[in-house]
């Protein structure tokens, strides 16, 4: 079936603009989770969604970031007034349950200029 | 704090050899663990799941899980120059439902 889809792949954008990347989970996955991967780093957490709880937000770096999962499936996450060190390539991955395995998207790759 | 710990390397090995992974996990709630690959440029990949002691194998890589020493592995024998990647180490599984921890992943490398 489908994997995990994002889009935009690349995002080219100047510091002080806002951008949206969007996420759209494997069907039937309950939980949705966004990372950061900055260029030769590990995966940073950001936040996750499990079906209707709450999200986790822990992993958001500034107030600057949000993100919201409209009817249980499609995620978008915002970033305000974007600045250079934002720069990084943003990663959604979902997974039936939270504690199950994760699938990944192929990523956004944000340059902020 | 649940942690997840890899050697970031480079792991350096010729073709042909066995390429040996470790992973190391401080959360004994743990009860899944997970091998992604990751090429250069490219998303994580899921590669292999273990979920009891012992070794699981497919095709030439092999998973290998230790509760008691709270140690996870992946051996890939004969390693080929495709096998170049950096392989990410996730545990979860838990009773509390809480979502995976992932490793820093260890960069390998495989030489002709």
């Known amino acids: 079936g489908a994997g995990v889809s994002q889009s935009p792949s690349n995002k080219v954008t100047e510091k002080g603009k806002d951008v949206e990347l969007r996420c759209d989970p494997i069907?039937?996955?309950?939980?949705l989770y966004w990372y950061r991967q900055s260029l030769g780093q590990g995966l940073e957490f950001l936040i996750y969604?499990?079906?209707?709880?709450?999200?986790?937000k822990s992993g958001l770096p500034s107030d600057r970031f949000s993100a919201e999962r409209t009817g249980g499936s499609v995620s978008t996450l915002t970033i305000q007034r974007t600045q250079q060190e934002d720069s990084a390539v943003y990663l959604c991955?979902?997974?039936?349950?939270?504690?199950?395995?994760?699938?990944f998207g192929p990523g956004t790759r944000l340059t902020v200029t | 704090q649940k942690e997840v710990e890899q050697n970031s390397g480079p792991l350096s090995v010729p073709e042909g050899a066995i390429a040996s992974l470790n992973c190391t996990y401080s959360?004994?709630?743990?009860?899944?663990f997970f091998w992604y690959r990751q090429y250069s440029g490219k998303s994580p990949e899921l590669i292999m799941f273990?979920?009891?002691?012992g070794d699981k194998e497919d095709g030439r890589f092999t998973a290998q899980l230790n509760k008691a020493s709270q140690y996870v592995s992946l051996l890939i024998r004969d390693s080929q120059p495709s096998d170049s990647a950096t392989y990410l180490c996730?545990?979860?599984?838990?009773?509390?439902?809480?979502?995976?921890?992932f490793g820093g992943g260890t960069r390998l490398m495989v030489k002709p």
């Open positions: 996730a545990g979860g599984g838990d009773n509390a439902g809480n979502m995976l921890t």
């Open positions: 959360d004994r709630g743990s009860q899944s």
């Open positions: 069907s039937g996955h309950t939980a």
């Open positions: 969604f499990q079906g209707n709880s709450a999200p986790d």
């Open positions: 273990i979920y009891s002691n």
């Open positions: 991955a979902s997974s039936f349950y939270t504690s199950y395995e994760q699938y």
